[in-house]
């Protein structure tokens, strides 16, 4: 690692925060959001990096977009459904605790509600943090914009899946750039 402030696939986790059907249609840009979230699982596949996934109120906010379930379930990543508004209750701090990586790479929905306290919460435990800012968003660009400035004024680092692809990366011309390249070049499409 030549700079602690850089993502780094030895180091780093992913963290999908609610990416629920029934919220979805009244989220900005949900299907730019959702393509975004799905480039980015695949992309951190390659580098093998823990996921984690959580919901919020399925009875009312619906399971995980069907899409987004489905590469979670094909790179077999559990998802722990949770009450409270931030992702960091015990369940996920207990696996945050297993999983061991000091970083994590946050993205979902609502920027301002369940991510905005995971992301507060998380560096309050002292994890470096990464958030995705065109894989979050919100009802209102508003408050996904505020969330975003109040999070990274709070401590973390905002990005966007490919900046963030390319930096677990690191160099071209490896086997992971290349499955990396096909990831990046034709990012499937997610409707909602």
Do not use: W
């Not at 995980?64 to 722990?80: K, Q, S, W, Y």
């Amino acid at each position: 690692m030549l700079n602690a402030m850089m993502l780094d696939a030895e180091r780093a986790m992913l963290l999908v925060i609610d990416v629920q059907t029934k919220l979805l249609p009244y989220v900005c840009e949900a299907e730019d959001m959702l393509t975004a979230t799905a480039e980015l699982l695949r992309g951190t596949r390659v580098f093998k990096l823990p996921m984690l996934a959580t919901t919020q109120y399925v009875k009312g906010l619906g399971p995980t977009h069907p899409a987004i379930d489905r590469v979670l379930t094909e790179f077999g990543v559990e998802t722990i459904e949770k009450a409270s508004f931030s992702a960091c209750d015990e369940a996920v701090r207990a696996r945050l605790r297993e999983i061991d990586r000091p970083q994590v790479l946050v993205v979902g929905i609502e920027a301002h509600v369940c991510v905005q306290q995971s992301v507060l919460d998380l560096l309050a435990m002292e994890y470096q943090v990464f958030v995705c800012a065109d894989a979050v968003s919100s009802r209102r660009s508003l408050d996904r914009d505020t969330a975003i400035a109040r999070m990274r004024a709070c401590g973390a680092t905002v990005t966007t899946v490919e900046s963030a692809l390319f930096e677990l990366c690191g160099l071209s011309g490896t086997d992971a750039f290349k499955q990396l390249l096909d990831v990046v070049k034709a990012p499937e499409r997610i409707s909602l």
